[in-house]
């Protein structure tokens, strides 16, 4: 059933590949764009989906392995026909060719590109090496500054991962965060957008974020970050 969204009847679909708890995910959604998603893990229910939301929590070798069976396949085709996709964590992750974190698993491929461990160095002010995972608040830069999705100048977001994308077109990276060394925390292209932080765990700024995405769908806008730039 169609949802009223900003003014427009649209189906959400959040994808569950069952590697994670999406409730707070859906809850998110719920209250940024005023609609009611619907939770599955069917391919055909995702190829019906006007806009498709896929969290993740775990490691890349399980969510491609449920990826498997049908689901990976039907993403590709939606992501490829034009609906908006908002990949959370290792829904981000997913977009890419393949992940240090599992050699031979294989990611939706949608982007060129592979996801690498991150490299988090030492703490200069204590000369004690940075903790893996990267977990808390960090700050989130839009590149290039006005990315309407994550604000007109840097936020704060919350993170919990291990592994970074590292694209081959550093013109789809919407936002980067330190940690060590800088790191792509957002990804965007065309009606895709990859975020490696949690939204749905980073309070208010977090709904604002999923909010103006929403907004920007309603508006008919595609994603700027290559068109910015190119």
Not at 18 to 24: D, E, K, M
Not at 106 to 131: K, N, Y
Not at 187 to 216: C, T, Y
Request: include cysteine; glycine fraction near 12%.
């Amino acid at each position: 059933m169609r949802q009223p969204c900003y003014g427009l009847a649209v189906r959400i679909v959040v994808c569950d590949p069952g590697v994670g708890n999406v409730r707070s995910v859906v809850r998110a959604v719920e209250r940024a764009a005023s609609a009611s998603p619907v939770v599955t893990a069917d391919p055909d229910v995702v190829r019906r989906a006007d806009v498709v939301v896929v969290p993740g929590q775990g490691s890349f070798g399980a969510f491609a392995r449920a990826m498997e069976g049908g689901l990976g396949e039907a993403l590709v085709e939606t992501i490829a026909r034009g609906a908006p996709y908002l990949g959370i964590c290792l829904g981000l992750q997913v977009l890419f060719d393949s992940s240090e974190e599992a050699p031979g698993a294989r990611g939706l491929g949608v982007l060129r590109g592979s996801v690498r461990r991150v490299e988090p160095g030492v703490d200069a002010s204590t000369g004690v090496a940075r903790p893996l995972p990267h977990i808390g608040w960090n700050a989130v830069a839009p590149c290039p500054p006005g990315v309407p999705f994550l604000g007109e100048a840097t936020r704060h977001f919350y993170f919990a991962h291990s592994f970074v994308a590292a694209p081959e077109d550093p013109r789809v990276v919407a936002g980067t965060t330190e940690y060590g060394a800088t790191f792509p925390s957002a990804i965007a292209k065309d009606r895709i957008l990859g975020v490696q932080f949690h939204p749905e765990k980073s309070q208010g700024v977090g709904l604002k974020m999923i909010a103006n995405w929403v907004a920007s769908l309603a508006a008919g806008r595609r994603t700027p970050a290559l068109e910015a730039r190119s």
